[in-house]
């Protein structure tokens, strides 16, 4: 069974720009969250979704970042426009119910120029 | 606010040890704590999950306890491999309806062949 997918793996952009990041969480798991992992600040909550619904995006740091899931397979986290403290690996995890085992996808590493 | 404070930050043994990895937390009213590893450029893997009314769970030559009115977690490795080798990361599901884990800023260990 496939597990939680991340696309790009990898986005390199300059200053400005736009930046959107995917995540297919595993099928069947009803509860979608993003975070976010530097090397200062460790792994951070941005925001997560209980059946496609928006909960909590407390944690997303600036209106810069917006999230939406428009279905149970699919969501995005777009970064508009992007800065260089932005850069940090972004990722997206699923779990069965809102506070069941995570599992994580492989993430997201972005580098803003 | 939770806090997840995990310690040491670094750990470097031979191998074939045993060893214990610390996870303490500040608010004790938690839903579950689960222990991930994190090898270098990927994701998360879910190790072990502890339910709040659990005291211990066991996978393998891991064993993860809990004492939740002490705020503590500790993660068990038995006869250490350097398989073993990774980030180790706690965190904590919070209790009171809310979601989303509090993570640690991990463990990183190293087993010496």
């Known amino acids: 069974d496939a597990g939680v997918i991340q696309s790009p793996r990898h986005e390199v952009t300059e200053m400005g720009q736009e930046v959107t990041l995917r995540c297919k969480p595993i099928?069947?798991?009803?509860?979608l969250f993003w975070y976010r992992q530097t090397m200062m600040r460790g792994l951070e909550l941005l925001i997560y979704f209980n059946n496609n619904v928006p909960i909590d995006d407390s944690g997303m740091p600036e209106d810069r970042f917006s999230a939406k899931m428009p279905n149970a397979s699919f969501s995005t986290l777009k970064i508009q426009p992007s800065e260089p403290r932005d850069s940090a690996v972004y990722f997206c995890?699923?779990?069965?119910?809102?506070?069941?085992?995570?599992?994580f996808g492989e993430g997201s590493r972005l580098t803003v120029l | 606010k939770q806090e997840v404070t995990q310690i040491p930050a670094a750990l470097s043994v031979p191998e074939g040890e045993n060893l214990v990895l610390n996870c303490s937390f500040t608010?004790?009213?938690?839903?579950?704590l689960q222990w991930f590893r994190q090898d270098p450029g990927k994701g998360l893997t879910s190790l072990l999950l502890i339910q709040s009314s659990q005291r211990e769970q066991t996978s393998g030559r891991l064993n993860a306890s809990l004492d939740k009115s002490s705020g503590r977690s500790t993660l068990y490795i038995a006869a250490s491999q350097p398989g073993d080798s990774a980030t180790y990361l706690c965190a904590v599901g919070p209790g009171g309806g809310a979601d989303g884990l509090t993570f640690g800023k991990g463990t990183h260990l190293i087993i010496q062949p």
């Open positions: 995890a699923s779990s069965l119910s809102s506070n069941g085992e995570l599992f």
């Open positions: 099928s069947g798991h009803n509860s």
């Open positions: 608010d004790s009213a938690i839903y579950n």
